[in-house]
């Protein structure tokens, strides 16, 4: 006997063995027993989600000379013939390849003679929403009235492209991707039937490549099987199969950029390649992972989010701790655009390393998108007063602006003439909430945490922090008690000690520190609009 691909082997043939779909056997199992089945039903959802397997067991149901709880029996001569079609009342049609309005005209001839064997004639229309305008008119009438012993089953994967007028004439039922974990546990109990040994994690990863689909799964199993025939499947086999990367790589290669390591990121390129894995498929992966990043970033209790085995999420979770959310839509638009640009060109590896490049030293990108990235993480760090600019330029010597940062003196820091402002003056407690600035803006979120990256934290003799805004809608924002008592909360929960707040705008503050706040601001101001490091305010 011939070889059946492991998809068609292990096709439904009861309501039972579907699965991801219980939503809709239920429905259609008491349609069956309580005999009030209509004459056309419509059933949407992407490739491999089990539409044309319900229809066939739906078919076969109608029809059965005696249903188990609304599934058909497959024992009588009826379910029999059907199984082996050799049952004339089941027509499939591939609308793709007949979508004409003569094979519709050919249809509603067909339907006024009864069925020579069970009760319906049952019409299985596959890819429906392939038919052209004109076939969809001829068959209008046919499917608001056909006679009693007809019906019809839609299957399609582009439910927006069928006509209103067919969509009201028929129930619809939307088919769900089906989870990984179900798709995993399917994947498992056929490989025991099989006689096939298979680890958990390649099991777990033909599941999440199969994305919803079954039939997808199975046919990467089949797939794997083949081609390590007799050999037990292992992660390493199927990302050899596929072309694929280990997460681990995503992350390594994350890591490097983050830390603006090029030599990292190109080695992670050169493995990639020396191991012949698609390069269009790992950059998609690589999205895949940043939008994972980004999803533990922005949401507090994101595990049920995220179709990860938990090593990664533990992964997810610790890198998360040192990149903010714009650095990583950043990184995402940047491999979304290289993954477009690459696809139908030649040179993928050069145009690759020539955005991680990029990516990893931006002050050679020039683009819009890079230098409003530069300059949200510039500001950052000037507010929290973090970094300065000689730091900078010890750990950047080949930086194009080195030379000009240092024979400045580093304005900010070293140039007395312009500021004289000593933070070691300011009052301990004061001092360690100026220092730890960052501390406080990451401990909020929403309209909070995007105000007070904006504002600069001083101190005015006063024995209170000062939050120095740069216009009145941000004074009066952190003015509303909501706001207020937050950030006292969030100070007091990470320096013990209840502070006074003191809001006010920068035109405030330079009418009552005039010589300080305006040397302060030209210096910040030269710095910016010359150079692309971090600044500290002493």
């Given at each position: 006997m011939s070889y059946q691909a492991l998809y068609r082997k292990w096709r439904p043939d009861h309501f039972d063995d579907l699965v991801g779909q219980d939503h809709i056997v239920r429905t259609l199992t008491n349609q069956v027993e309580a005999g009030r089945t209509s004459h056309a039903y419509l059933f949407c959802g992407t490739r491999g989600t089990g539409k044309t397997s319900t229809a066939k067991i739906f078919a076969r149901a109608v029809n059965c000379e005696d249903p188990i709880q609304g599934s058909p029996c497959n024992v009588c001569p009826t379910c029999q013939?059907?199984?082996?079609?050799q049952n004339m009342n089941v027509i499939e049609i591939d609308a793709a390849s007949n979508n004409g309005v003569d094979n519709i005209r050919e249809i509603r001839e067909e339907v006024r003679y009864t069925p020579t064997e069970g009760k319906y004639k049952v019409y299985i229309i596959d890819e429906v929403h392939m038919l052209s305008a004109g076939a969809f008119n001829a068959l209008l009438k046919t499917l608001e009235e056909p006679p009693a012993h007809v019906k019809f089953i839609l299957a399609t994967t582009e439910p927006h492209k069928i006509p209103a007028t067919i969509l009201s004439r028929c129930q619809r039922y939307d088919f769900k991707r089906i989870s990984t974990d179900t798709i995993a546990a399917t994947l498992k109990h056929y490989l025991e039937d099989e006689d096939i040994q298979a680890s958990d994690r390649a099991i777990h990863y033909i599941a999440k490549v199969a994305d919803g689909s079954m039939r997808d799964g199975l046919s990467v199993l089949d797939q794997c099987i083949a081609f390590y025939l007799g050999e037990e499947i292992t992660l390493d086999k199927v990302l050899e199969v596929l072309g694929a990367v280990d997460s681990d790589v995503f992350c390594e290669l994350t890591e490097g950029?983050?830390?603006?390591?090029?030599?990292?990121?190109?080695d992670v390129i050169e493995r990639i390649v020396m191991q012949g894995r698609d390069l269009s498929q790992f950059?998609?992966?690589?999205?895949?992972?940043?939008?994972?990043?980004?999803?533990?970033?922005?949401?507090?209790?994101?595990?049920?989010?995220?179709?990860?085995?938990?090593?990664?999420?533990?992964?997810?979770?610790?890198?998360?701790?040192?990149?903010?959310?714009?650095?990583?839509?950043?990184?995402?638009?940047?491999?979304?655009?290289?993954?477009?640009?690459?696809?139908?060109?030649?040179?993928?590896?050069?145009?690759?390393?020539?955005?991680?490049?990029?990516?990893?030293?931006?002050?050679?990108?020039?683009?819009?998108?890079?230098?409003?990235?530069?300059?949200?993480?510039?500001?950052?760090?000037?507010?929290?007063?973090m970094l300065s600019a000689e730091r900078y330029a010890?750990?950047?010597?080949?930086?194009?602006?080195?030379?000009?940062?240092?024979?400045?003196?580093?304005?900010?820091?070293?140039?007395k003439q312009?500021?004289?402002?000593?933070?070691?003056?300011?009052?301990?407690?004061?001092?360690?909430?100026?220092?730890?600035?960052?501390?406080v803006v990451t401990s909020t979120s929403g309209l909070l945490k995007a105000t007070l990256k904006e504002v600069l934290p001083f101190y005015m003799n006063d024995q209170r922090l000062s939050l120095v805004c740069k216009n009145s809608v941000q004074k009066n924002t952190l003015s509303e008690e909501q706001y207020l008592s937050k950030i006292i909360e969030v100070l007091e929960s990470l320096y013990k000690k209840?502070?006074?707040?003191?809001?006010?705008?920068?035109?405030?503050?330079?009418?009552s520190n005039e010589g300080n706040m305006e040397d302060i601001e030209r210096a910040i101001n030269k710095i910016r609009n010359k150079i692309n490091f971090d600044v500290e305010i002493q």
């Open positions: 013939h059907m199984l082996h079609h950029i983050i830390s603006r390591s090029t030599k990292t990121s190109m950059l998609l992966d690589e999205i895949a992972y940043l939008r994972n990043l980004l999803v533990v970033n922005t949401i507090a209790e994101s595990r049920n989010l995220l179709d990860v085995s938990d090593d990664v999420y533990e992964a997810l979770k610790k890198q998360s701790q040192h990149v903010d959310e714009n650095t990583i839509i950043h990184l995402i638009k940047s491999f979304s655009n290289l993954e477009a640009q690459i696809k139908y060109m030649t040179g993928k590896r050069t145009l690759i390393e020539i955005e991680l490049i990029k990516l990893c030293q931006p002050e050679l990108n020039t683009d819009q998108e890079a230098v409003l990235s530069r300059l949200h993480t510039v500001e950052q760090q000037i507010h929290a007063g010890q750990t950047h010597p080949n930086d194009d602006y080195h030379h000009e940062a240092k024979t400045s003196g580093a304005v900010a820091k070293t140039h312009e500021v004289e402002i000593n933070t070691d003056a300011f009052p301990e407690d004061i001092q360690k909430a100026i220092k730890g600035w960052a501390k209840k502070f006074e707040l003191n809001i006010i705008e920068e035109k405030e503050y330079s009418s």
